[in-house]
């Protein structure tokens, strides 16, 4: 029996102190019932829980474990500069060493700057770009997400529509649309937003088509604004380079986060030279963004990045893994959906327009120790073994077994804002 009082408990406990017992996208409200929501430890690819219980984790952290958890070499960076100092007057010089080291990674980039969190890295390209260009409208593609600022949360609560009038939306891939688009600003558009690839919660992934790449870039160079892409959740896990620099395709600033310091707090704006200026007129700080500790941990993990095969390891794992996957519905008789790159998996099953299927089988994975996510894109590490690559197909074909055998007794949804969520998508 899979013991969960102690997560329970934390979760009574948590409704009296914490608005809703958790906020936020690692809030276990619109997941299955047995997903835990607090975790004592983790170490490689592997999470437990706070009731003891084993996790081959397929999230890490939704994006920040890049090499595993507890990374001995990056462990060992941060221990160094911690035993040193962390948040000071002033930064340590690992901030220089950052800036040199990730500005001669990245083509399109002459400068860096850094903060804590996405949300912080995209708001700050965003004043960038208004301060360069005198102009006003940001351009972003319907549904993509950039963070939880005013301007880009995707919930309207408490939100107002002068916060946002001067976001204009477009359709993600459709040219003529981001045209209409710049066509409504009338000669006021600061930037345009791009996503590398579509990674949506509740729908398949898409990769870019080189043409869209190179059609945004060509259309932000005829109205001379500024193209930002957004690697927050894509950097380093598609390439060592800005991920559309496989398209040839610069920009004038990226926008990173999540990895960069596999796990530390740490975000940054790179920028081209001709950002520079508009760089540094604005003003943008916080009191934790100078802390050495991050940066000393993301010194060491840009090194790991430049200097192993992690992102050929990660890549030929989650190969093997999504080809077990497709073998296993196959054999099982179901008809599985398995989009966007193999290292960042989106799994869904077809003909499950509520999900209930998908729900089921994720659910079947975490109370056996595999923890997988039923709407979310997931995240592989180069951490994972072979053992727990075994493991992981193991209990997926398991979990395929179980969701057969239920198959027909398997209700409908029954999370309310779930199902309105996939209602509105299945309406849209
Ligand atoms: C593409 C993208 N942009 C921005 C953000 C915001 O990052 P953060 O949650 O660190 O503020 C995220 C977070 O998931 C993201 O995926």
């Known amino acids: 029996m899979r013991i969960n009082s102690r997560n329970r408990e934390l979760q009574e406990r948590a409704q009296k102190v914490i608005p809703g017992g958790m906020y936020g996208h690692e809030s276990v409200a619109l997941l299955p019932a047995d997903f835990p929501q607090y975790f004592a430890r983790a170490e490689g690819a592997k999470l437990w829980d706070v009731d003891g219980n084993e996790y081959i984790d397929y999230m890490c952290a939704y994006g920040p474990n890049l090499f595993g958890y507890n990374h001995p070499s990056i462990e060992a960076a941060a221990r160094a500069q911690a035993a040193l100092g962390d948040t000071m007057t002033g930064p340590s010089e690992f901030m220089v060493r950052l800036a040199e080291d990730f500005v001669g990674m990245i083509d399109h980039a002459d400068w860096a700057m850094f903060c804590k969190n996405g949300s912080d890295a995209t708001s700050m390209a965003m004043v960038m770009a208004r301060a360069h260009t005198g102009r006003r409208k940001i351009l972003v593609a319907k549904g993509t997400y950039h963070g939880a600022s005013v301007w880009s949360t995707p919930s309207p609560q408490g939100i107002l529509p002068e916060d946002r009038a001067h976001i204009i939306y477009f359709a993600y ?40 790449a190179k059609g945004v870039r060509q259309i932000c160079d005829e109205i001379d604004a500024l193209l930002v892409v957004d690697e927050i959740r894509t950097g380093f896990r598609l390439a060592r380079d800005c991920s559309w620099a496989q398209f040839g395709v610069k920009p004038d600033l990226s926008a990173w986060g999540k990895v960069l310091a596999n796990g530390y707090p740490l975000s ?67 008809a599985m959906r398995q989009t966007g790159p193999s290292q960042m ?70 999370n309310a804002v779930v199902a309105t969520r996939l209602g509105i998508l299945a309406a849209a």
Not at 294 to 322: K, Q
Request: proline residues 5%; hydrophobic residues 45%; glycine residues 6%.
């Open 173 to 212: 891939d459709d040219l003529n649309s981001l045209h209409d688009a710049v066509k409504a600003a009338d000669g006021d558009v600061a930037a345009v937003f791009a996503t590398p690839f579509r990674h949506e919660v509740f729908q398949d992934q898409a990769e870019p088509p080189e043409a869209y």
């Open 268 to 334: 940054a704006v790179l920028g081209a030279d001709r950002l520079r200026a508009a760089a540094q007129k604005i003003f943008v700080t916080g009191s934790f963004w100078f802390s050495a500790v991050p940066m000393a941990a993301g010194v060491e993990t840009l090194r790991l990045i430049r200097e192993t095969d992690y992102l050929e390891r990660m890549i030929a794992i989650s190969d093997r893994i999504r080809a077990g996957l497709a073998a296993q519905a196959a054999a099982h008789g179901f």
């Open 345 to 414: 998996p989106q799994v869904l099953f077809a003909d499950d327009p509520d999900m209930r299927y998908g729900y089921f089988w994720t659910e079947a994975a975490v109370r056996r120790g595999v923890y997988l996510h039923p709407y979310h894109n997931m995240f592989v590490t180069p951490a994972l073994t072979d053992a727990d690559v075994e493991k992981t197909l193991t209990v997926t074909d398991q979990a395929f077994e179980e969701l057969k055998r239920s198959y027909s007794s398997i209700g409908p949804q029954t």
